[in-house]
């Protein structure tokens, strides 16, 4: 029965050549996530939003001192990255919500792994 996974070809099956560009690729890609997971309150934004739906401002009550423009600069780029979707809502008076989508979800569930390892092993010191 085909699960749909298949296993990837031995390392040594492809050549030095093949490997390392495989190995630049996914440095490349950490690289690039960690270049937006280090940026200023981007981790926080990410653990309040698992909570719920908030507004602009129940978020940032919630991260304790964002600054307005850094907050909106860091919705804007992780709504550009694909991890948060904005909500504009059509009331008297308007409001915006803010949530996470499914790859923000899954970015949630590895933040609450580095959560339990800092828990276990980074108070240790």
């Known amino acids: 029965m085909d699960t749909g996974l298949s296993h990837p070809p031995l390392a040594t099956s492809r050549s030095r050549a093949a490997r390392r560009e495989a ?3 996914a440095e490349c890609a950490a690289t690039a996530a960690l270049n937006v997971l280090g940026q200023k309150w981007v981790l926080r934004i990410v653990r309040a939003l698992g ?3 908030q507004r ?3 978020l ?4 304790g001192g964002a600054n307005s423009a850094t ?7 992780l709504e ?4 948060i979707e904005r ?3 059509s009331a008297v008076p308007p409001w915006v919500e803010y949530s996470l989508t499914p790859k923000g979800s899954d970015l949630r569930g590895a933040i609450n792994g580095i959560d339990r390892w800092a828990e276990r092993w980074a108070a240790r010191q």
Do not use: V
């Open 80 to 83: 550009d990255e694909g991890l």
């Open 60 to 63: 940032q009550d919630a991260l």
């Open 51 to 53: 909570d719920r739906t």
């Open 71 to 77: 907050l909106s600069q860091r919705l804007k780029l």
């Open 56 to 58: 602009f401002c129940e």
């Open 23 to 25: 190995a630049l690729r």
């Open 87 to 89: 909500h504009a809502i």
